[in-house]
């Protein structure tokens, strides 16, 4: 069932999610199932949208969706080593959806997680899936886009820095 996306200010985005420990349970099965269609249809209506976190259709179980490089649910995900590289971009959130936010992340990250069976899973990750898979993370742990700004004067308005970067490919 496609569910609300949790809008920033609500307390839930701020709460550090539980541990699946039932992964047959019916709950898990239909937070599962409830953010596979909720990123799909966020996606057909906005045309982007590459992960959602339980949080933002306000389930606090730490489970997110992925629908970039890799498919699917990851349950239980804990990020076991981040390189030392890092590279800085423009982050946007579905749960601040007027907002960018300029972060650091680290270019490569090594993540431990579950499958929807329960199968442990180890997943190497790098560039834009790294960067997803630590926003997407940070949710679960409470932690938003814009906990991780660089400095205040990064954290704009999307209409704002769409007119920036439309002015820099003119000039």
Known sequence: MVREITLLGNPVLRQKCQRVRDFDAEETKIVIRDLTDTLAEFQSRKGFGRGIA?????????????????????????????????????DDCFSFPDLVVMVDRSYRITVEYRDEAGKPQTLKAEGGLSELLQHEIDHLNGILAIDRAIDPRHIVLRSEHEKLVHRENIL
């Open 54 to 90: 339980a949080p933002q259709i306000g389930s606090t179980k730490q489970i997110i969706v992925l629908d970039f490089e890799i498919k699917g649910p990851l349950i239980n995900p804990k990020i076991t080593s981040r390189s030392q590289r890092a590279f800085r971009l423009w």
